[in-house]
């Protein structure tokens, strides 16, 4: 038996996956058992879960597979000392160089720390895009295709080119093209703003990307294309707008000329501008250039039809959709856990090959890959202000039922979904028919931001009656435009662009989901549900039964279903 442990930690959004004998038995984010969102702490309660579902202990493993190699680190040291040609930058060169080499020093101390925990293991440090790219091309299914990586940094790159195959033996190959290395980071900019339009780099920004559609990009497109140039293969940030970073906690990510070109930081408890809103646009709407002038490169470099992406920068689903919206692959793929979370997938797969031992399986298309919990396992006694009572097999037709009604349900079932978007079993769903839904569902049941949009999910087979993507979407991971019978019957899940980040489904993929689908099809003549993550604003996507019935508790939902019961308050 071979057991490959793959680890994201010590970053953000710790994560922990298991591979035996080529076989992915489990993948989960730390959050969703600690409660903890995107914790860093090594994922121990992840760990724990994974061996003991597969009967193992630390002595078991045989190659912890870290998603981050130390010595690459050092790499970033010659462009340190270039930052002294140049008095606009010349103060970041020491604490540049200062701060890669403490991280790389770092990174090295906790890979030998984690092979204390596991006493037969080797530690296996992988290098950051190396993991994002296994993970993509091994979770899309395809035989070959063009990968892209974008997200803010790994090591030193922070945008990279691979091309995926598999060979005559039928193993994954992946062949390394091109790189962008920093201070140039796409991730780092929309980051940087996100920041300073006060909302929490590393966490937000996909409310700004929420707030960019309500804004005009005109006023500040000018400043956002100097700051982020492309160039024949890549792109370059302006050092006087973005300086270059340090590693090191609190230094600036804005330049006062990037201040006063735009507008002043503002603090979280002040309003939402005009200004702010444009400022979200022309970051929202130069981002999508350079994504789309990527993928340019990537077709260019590759040859290839299809396309991977991954990295942080590509939770940003409306620049995907814009990418599908230029025609340059026939399909593009989007992993479920596209982030740093899904690279403890990517490192243990990546571990795997090189041993050269079984072929992968468990991976391509699969994101229900988190714990389970019976009904059985629930300590109702902890809860003495619910109600509850068991539905038989009918629970998707009852659960559609309550919906029509107007009810804010949300469902509990199965394994934990993988990545930041929960897809039918840590959701809450409504009927995008009930008047006010999208304020009520903001204002009372997520405590989140007015303008903020909320994702329908459809049956793949009827997803075209509804929405122009014209391909499967499974993950959430793309924006669409909408058809004029989507604007016409179900208004609110169109967003103030004229997109909506749509989920496709079939029976195969989740039973209940698509079932309650058609059951509220058969009583309002409309396929589409409103699908959002089951937790409130600020709180991690509910893991545990415990989780869910907080969140019951906390929030103005009507109601949960739990596997077969149906809780209320």
Not at 310 to 327: D, H, K, L, S
Not at 333 to 340: M, T
Not at 522 to 540: F, Q, Y
Request: glycine letters at 8%; hydrophobic letters at 40%.
């Amino acid at each position: 038996m071979s057991a490959v442990l793959g680890l994201c930690s010590y970053t953000h959004d710790s994560a922990a996956a298991l591979l035996v004998d080529g076989r992915l038995v489990g993948f989960v984010e730390e959050e969703r058992l600690s409660q903890v969102k995107h914790t860093k702490e090594y994922p121990q309660h992840a760990v724990h879960w994974l061996l003991q579902k597969t009967d193992l202990g630390p002595g078991d493993v045989d190659r912890v597979a870290y998603n981050f190699s130390g010595p690459r680190y050092l790499m970033a040291l010659p462009s340190a000392a270039a930052l002294l040609r140049s008095g606009q930058t010349r103060a970041r060169a020491l604490p540049r160089a200062r701060g890669f080499a403490t991280v790389a020093m770092r990174t090295v101390t906790r890979g030998r720390a984690l092979g204390r925990k596991f006493p037969r293991a080797r530690v296996q440090h992988v290098v950051h895009h190396r993991a994002h790219q296994t993970y993509a091309f091994a979770a899309s299914g395809f035989d070959e295709a063009a990968v892209l990586i974008v997200d803010s940094l790994g090591e030193t790159q922070t945008t990279t080119i691979a091309h995926g195959r598999h060979d005559d033996s039928g193993r994954s190959r992946l062949r390394a093209l091109h790189a962008i290395h920093d201070p140039a980071s796409l991730g780092y900019v929309y980051g940087a703003v996100t920041q300073h339009l006060g909302w929490r780099r590393s966490d937000e920004e996909g409310t700004v990307m929420a707030l960019a559609a309500r804004g005009d990009p005109t006023r500040f497109r000018a400043i956002l294309a100097q700051a982020v140039r492309t160039t024949s293969d890549g792109f370059a940030i302006d050092p006087t707008l973005f300086p270059p970073r340090t590693l090191q906690s609190g230094a600036a990510r804005v330049t006062p000329q990037f201040v006063a070109a735009t507008c002043p930081l503002r603090r979280p408890d002040e309003p939402v501008e005009q200004i702010h809103r444009d400022l979200a646009a022309a970051l929202q709407e130069r981002t999508e250039t350079v994504l789309v002038h990527l993928a340019r490169t990537a077709r260019r470099l590759t040859g290839s039809a299809r396309l991977c992406v991954g990295g942080g920068v590509a939770a940003n689903c409306v620049g995907i959709g814009r990418i599908i919206e230029e025609g340059l692959f026939n399909e593009v793929f989007v992993p479920p856990a596209p982030g740093d979370s899904g690279t403890a997938i990517g490192a243990a797969v990546a571990v795997h090959l090189l041993a050269g031992q079984e072929p992968l399986t468990g991976i391509a298309g699969q994101c229900y890959l988190g714990p389970s919990w019976s009904s059985a396992e629930v300590d109702w006694d902890r809860w003495p202000g619910l109600q509850k009572r068991r539905l038989g097999e009918d629970r998707a037709d009852f659960l559609a039922g309550q919906l029509a009604r107007g009810r804010i349900v949300g469902v509990f079932q199965g394994r934990v979904e993988a990545g930041p978007r929960a897809l039918g079993n840590r959701s809450i769903l409504a009927s995008p028919l009930s008047e006010g839904v999208v304020d009520r569902l903001n204002a009372t049941v997520k405590f989140r931001e007015p303008f903020r949009p909320f994702a329908p999910v459809v049956p793949a087979l009827r997803a075209g009656e509804y929405f122009s993507l014209g391909q499967a979407a499974p993950f959430m991971s793309m924006a669409s435009q909408v058809t004029a019978k989507a604007r016409e019957q179900i208004p609110a899940i169109v967003h103030a662009n004229g997109t909506a980040r749509v989920q496709t489904v079939t029976p195969e993929q989740n039973p209940l989901v698509h079932a309650t689908l058609e059951a509220f099809a058969l009583r309002t003549g409309v396929p589409v549900l409103i699908n959002t993550s089951l937790n409130i604003k600020g709180k991690p996507i509910c893991g545990t039964p415990d989780m869910a019935l907080a969140c019951l508790t906390e929030s103005g939902l009507d109601a949960l279903l739990l596997e077969d019961w149906w809780v209320t308050k």
